[in-house]
């Protein structure tokens, strides 16, 4: 049997499906499973021990006509899909793809997930429906130790810290907390703080005391960190579903620009992390930070 899933991104909608992923795996323990995805998450989800294969869905334009031929090529031949990722361009692959069995919400398609409360469910539930639907029951908590391989002795990490994600997408400063208040953070805690980050981190990680590690990871140095962490604080980014995904007690702080009851991180047995919200977050108080701390 030939499978193909369809997830594209972004990271933190990558960390929320991995139960559904390794649901589809245990589900089809036999069959050849490939993945459709984006070109940042190839290669995280190529390491992962559910697919046997993974392309690059290269998003063409209506009009790229050769483009188009080599994604319908892409998505022919499967004898079930599970699209996950459920956005229009994707529901769009139903007919591109011949029109094979599919999970998913394309009129017309074997499988629908047909909750109309799908649009105001968090993605986790969402998923566990849309699967339900296809006949897979249940969602359970993922192994992740294929993501902790990571030799991270060179950054002479303390024995007990805790870590800090101070950034967000560079195109979203709305959801990040102010770094004078991170800085504030790190200096009342009753650990030393591990920073970490993107590149485009680098200056505001400096701000803050402990040890800064923005900018010098990669993926899977920056899950073999985080594993080891007592706690986990940080806006509503990509390194805080990672941590809750691996079971830190973490603390997410959202703005009014997301909402985390669609949206929040989510600990593998479904678990809901502490979630501080305000509509902007520079009117957050670090004391308000520091009493939640689990």
């Known amino acids: 049997m030939r499978i193909l899933v369809i997830k594209h991104g972004a990271l933190g909608d990558i960390l929320l499906s991995l139960p559904a992923m390794a649901a589809i795996r ?9 993945l459709l995805t984006t070109k940042p998450y190839a290669g995280l989800l190529g390491a992962s021990p559910w697919f046997d294969h993974v392309s690059i869905d290269a998003r063409p334009k209506a009009w790229n006509l050769p483009a188009l031929w080599r994604l319908r090529r892409q998505l022919r031949g499967f004898d079930m899909v599970y699209d996950l990722q459920t956005s229009g361009r994707s529901t769009r692959y139903f007919s591109l793809a011949g029109r094979p069995p599919w999970s998913g919400i394309a009129k017309g398609c074997a499988f629908p997930d047909a909750d109309p409360n799908r649009k105001t469910t968090h993605t986790r539930e969402r998923l566990r429906g849309q699967l339900r639907a296809a006949g897979i029951m249940e969602l359970p908590a993922p192994n992740l130790s294929w993501l902790l391989r990571a030799d991270v002795s060179a950054f002479q990490l303390p024995e007990q810290f805790i870590l800090l994600v101070p950034g967000a997408a560079p195109h979203r400063p709305e959801k990040r907390w102010p770094e004078e208040n991170f800085a504030r953070l790190a200096r009342a805690l009753p650990l030393p703080a591990v920073i970490v980050g993107g590149a485009a981190e680098v200056a505001l990680a400096r701000e ?14 920056l899950a073999a960190i985080t594993a080891r962490a007592a706690l986990a604080i940080g806006n509503d980014t990509g390194p805080m579903h990672l941590a809750a995904a691996l079971g830190i007690p973490s603390v997410v702080l959202f703005s009014g620009a997301s909402d ?5 991180p989510r600990y593998p047995d479904g678990g809901w992390p502490v979630i501080l919200r305000a509509p902007n977050l520079r009117d957050l108080p670090v004391a308000q930070v520091l009493a939640s701390l689990p």
């Open 26 to 34: 245990a589900a089809h323990p036999g069959a050849r499973i490939s």
């Open 208 to 221: 803050i005391p402990g040890l800064n590690l923005a900018g010098r990871t990669s993926f899977f140095e």
């Open 260 to 264: 985390p009851a669609l949206t929040a």
